[in-house]
């Protein structure tokens, strides 16, 4: 067996809730929270103290301690004041995506046992169709509430002045919901001691400062932005300007307007700051790291992004399983292509998915990652929890990858998304990032088409550059051909208005699938 460990020394284990972290990082006279597009500001001390307000409110209403509270909601400084709210009162958080449908939050509420729901009146009508036959009786509004709804003020109580008692080896203060790869979205159960774990990881590594800004777009409701954000800034004693959806534009004012000196961005956002024409009217010569995470970038995408910023450019690996993060580029330095090294108090292996035997050093195999931050398990999926952490606490994380010896992190792709082409293994993420790279090309997905001779072909989906007509299937065969190995090269192609992906920036292939089966 061949255990790759961390080149940090290990992080001690702690018996705080992730609220009572949080806290300890918080400078109470500085504005830790700025709403992006109103200026709206919250102090260390506001913040504190709508948390202990509301978690007073919830107990006095019965939903407090072990009452599930579902949060539906953008990107706003109440958000965090609820998370928070409900974690300090002993309750577990489930968090949904705000652009689900009625019948998707209604799954979502039904397999969390959620107790009550709470969201802005934009998805009032949603949010009452979705509770129907949930335990959910009532809805509370961030905001002014519709007729038969509770504004959230109407909740605030009195202080709750210390945390509630809590186990927080073993209670799920959080509850997001996984994509999966197939099947209904599993409730990944994630408790206190994952959480702050996982902050106190990432914090030396990621060298985040006290009083340092960052734009978070990147959704609350994600274990991306919930954590990596929200939670790792605040308890750093840092700060976030929210935004409730990206828009470029607006992206790059408030990073200008605030000199933040990092970014956290997902795949098609370093696409879009590195082509887009709009991000040529900006100085940003103040940014010092960008990272990317959610998905894999391509190093030729990463290397033209940074050298178009005038910064460094790095990737992290996480999944929710994982609360979030096991890689990251350490101190804002990485390698081109690859996702970090190990946190502190985090082991690798790499394991062929079929023997279930450790690879040679170098060699692709199964991402395993074992440490403190694995999550408790999947809520009401034994079989999937079963499958998913194995013998001696290893999490099978499902992506493809390798080690270099430096312990840098490259992954190649999704074990079950690798396209078998004549008796070969191609992955797409390895062609998408060779297409972007190609000038008419603004954006790439790649799945596998049955065929009876070769098994699978890969089909290439592409967008064209505004302004640029789309290349041909000949075209683009032509300018691979010396890039990538002859058995890699794209079979079909379509081309489309865009790419669809979730929220976290991963491309949805089942639509693409689903799209060339209609």
Same mark, same amino acid.
């Given at each position: 067996?061949?255990?790759?460990?961390?080149?940090?020394?290990?992080?001690?284990?702690?018996?705080?809730?992730?609220?009572?972290?949080?806290?300890?990082?918080?400078?109470?006279? /500085?504005?830790?929270?700025?709403?992006?597009?109103?200026?709206?500001?919250?102090?260390?001390?506001?913040?504190?103290?709508? $948390?202990?307000?509301? %978690?007073?409110?919830?107990?006095?209403?019965?939903?407090?301690?072990?009452?599930?509270?579902?949060?539906?909601?953008?990107?706003?400084?109440?958000?965090?004041?609820?998370?928070?709210?409900?974690?300090?009162?002993?309750?577990?958080?489930?968090?949904?995506?705000?652009?689900?449908?009625?019948?998707?939050?209604?799954?979502?509420?039904?397999?969390?046992?959620?107790?009550?729901? $709470?969201?802005?009146?934009?998805?009032?009508?949603?949010?009452?169709?979705?509770?129907?036959?949930?335990?959910?009786? =009532?809805?509370?509004?961030?905001?002014?509430?519709?007729?038969?709804?509770?504004? @959230?003020? &109407?909740?605030?109580?009195?202080?709750?002045?210390?945390?509630? #008692?809590?186990?927080?080896?073993?209670?799920?203060?959080?509850? #997001?919901?996984?994509?999966?790869?197939?099947?209904?979205?599993?409730?990944? /159960?994630?408790?206190?001691?994952?959480? $702050?774990?996982?902050?106190?990881?990432?914090?030396?590594? %990621?060298?985040?400062? #006290?009083?340092? /800004?960052?734009?978070?777009? @990147?959704?609350?409701?994600?274990?991306?932005?919930?954590?990596?954000?929200?939670?790792?800034?605040?308890?750093?004693?840092?700060?976030?300007?929210?935004?409730?959806?990206?828009?470029?534009?607006?992206?790059?004012?408030?990073?200008? =307007?605030?000199?933040?000196?990092?970014?956290?961005?997902?795949?098609?956002?370093?696409?879009?700051?590195?082509?887009?024409?709009?991000?040529?009217?900006?100085?940003?010569?103040?940014?010092?790291?960008?990272?990317?995470?959610?998905?894999?970038?391509?190093? &030729?995408?990463?290397? %033209? !992004?940074?050298?178009?910023?005038?910064?460094?450019?790095?990737?992290?690996?996480?999944?929710?399983?994982?609360?979030?993060?096991?890689?990251?580029?350490?101190?804002?330095?990485? *390698?081109?292509?690859?996702?970090?090294?190990?946190?502190?108090?985090?082991?690798?292996?790499?394991?062929?998915?079929?023997?279930?035997?450790?690879?040679?050093?170098?060699?692709?195999?199964?991402?395993?990652?074992?440490?403190?931050?694995?999550? *408790?398990?999947?809520?009401?999926?034994?079989?999937?929890?079963?499958?998913?952490?194995?013998?001696?606490?290893?999490?099978?994380?499902?992506?493809?990858?390798?080690?270099?010896?430096?312990?840098?992190?490259?992954?190649?792709?999704?074990? *079950?998304?690798?396209?078998?082409? *004549?008796?070969?293994?191609?992955?797409? %993420?390895?062609?998408?990032?060779?297409?972007?790279?190609?000038?008419?090309?603004?954006?790439?997905?790649?799945?596998?088409?049955?065929?009876?001779?070769?098994?699978?072909?890969?089909?290439?989906?592409? $967008?064209?550059?505004?302004?640029?007509?789309?290349?041909?299937?000949?075209?683009?065969?032509?300018?691979?051909?010396?890039?990538?190995?002859?058995?890699?090269?794209?079979?079909?192609?379509?081309?489309?208005?865009?790419?669809?992906?979730?929220?976290?920036?991963?491309?949805?292939?089942? !639509?693409?699938?689903?799209?060339?089966?209609?």
């Amino acid at each position: 067996m061949t255990i790759y460990k961390s080149q940090f020394p290990d992080v001690a284990l702690s018996d705080k809730t992730v609220t009572q972290r949080i806290f300890e990082g918080i400078d109470p006279e /500085m504005t830790i929270l700025i709403d992006g597009p109103t200026g709206r500001k919250v102090t260390g001390a506001q913040f504190m103290g709508g $948390v202990k307000s509301l %978690a007073g409110g919830l107990e006095e209403r019965g939903w407090g301690a072990d009452k599930v509270l579902a949060l539906m909601a953008p990107n706003i400084p109440e958000y965090c004041v609820v998370f928070h709210a409900s974690a300090w009162a002993g309750g577990t958080i489930t968090t949904i995506n705000p652009t689900y449908t009625a019948h998707e939050v209604n799954h979502q509420l039904k397999d969390a046992a959620a107790d009550v729901l $709470v969201t802005i009146a934009m998805f009032a009508e949603t949010a009452k169709e979705a509770i129907k036959g949930t335990k959910v009786k =009532e809805i509370v509004i961030i905001g002014d509430a519709p007729e038969g709804m509770i504004p @959230l003020t &109407d909740v605030m109580g009195p202080p709750l002045a210390e945390q509630a #008692p809590v186990n927080v080896a073993e209670h799920v203060v959080a509850l #997001p919901y996984s994509s999966g790869t197939t099947g209904l979205p599993k409730g990944v /159960m994630l408790t206190h001691r994952n959480l $702050v774990v996982n902050i106190d990881q990432s914090l030396g590594p %990621a060298d985040v400062t #006290p009083q340092e /800004m960052t734009v978070a777009f @990147l959704p609350f409701f994600h274990i991306y932005g919930l954590q990596v954000l929200q939670n790792i800034y605040l308890a750093a004693g840092g700060g976030l300007v929210t935004m409730p959806r990206f828009d470029l534009e607006m992206f790059l004012n408030l990073v200008t =307007e605030y000199k933040t000196p990092r970014l956290w961005i997902v795949p098609p956002v370093a696409l879009a700051l590195t082509m887009h024409p709009l991000v040529q009217k900006y100085d940003l010569s103040f940014l010092e790291q960008v990272n990317s995470a959610a998905a894999p970038l391509g190093a &030729d995408v990463a290397e %033209a !992004m940074g050298k178009r910023l005038g910064t460094s450019a790095t990737q992290g690996y996480g999944m929710t399983e994982l609360s979030p993060v096991s890689h990251i580029s350490p101190n804002g330095k990485g *390698k081109a292509g690859a996702s970090g090294v190990a946190l502190p108090s985090t082991e690798s292996r790499i394991v062929d998915p079929e023997t279930l035997m450790d690879v040679s050093p170098g060699e692709d195999g199964e991402l395993w990652v074992r440490g403190p931050q694995v999550m *408790k398990g999947y809520l009401n999926n034994a079989k999937a929890t079963a499958e998913t952490i194995v013998e001696d606490g290893w999490l099978r994380t499902g992506d493809i990858a390798h080690f270099d010896s430096d312990g840098y992190l490259f992954i190649t792709d999704r074990l *079950k998304e690798l396209i078998k082409y *004549k008796g070969f293994q191609v992955a797409p %993420a390895e062609l998408e990032a060779e297409l972007v790279t190609h000038p008419s090309i603004a954006d790439a997905a790649v799945i596998g088409i049955p065929d009876d001779e070769a098994g699978e072909l890969p089909k290439a989906f592409i $967008v064209a550059t505004q302004g640029q007509a789309a290349p041909s299937l000949e075209d683009i065969q032509d300018y691979l051909k010396d890039r990538l190995a002859h058995y890699k090269q794209v079979r079909l192609l379509e081309v489309v208005d865009e790419i669809p992906k979730s929220a976290s920036g991963k491309i949805l292939r089942r !639509m693409l699938r689903d799209q060339g089966s209609a």
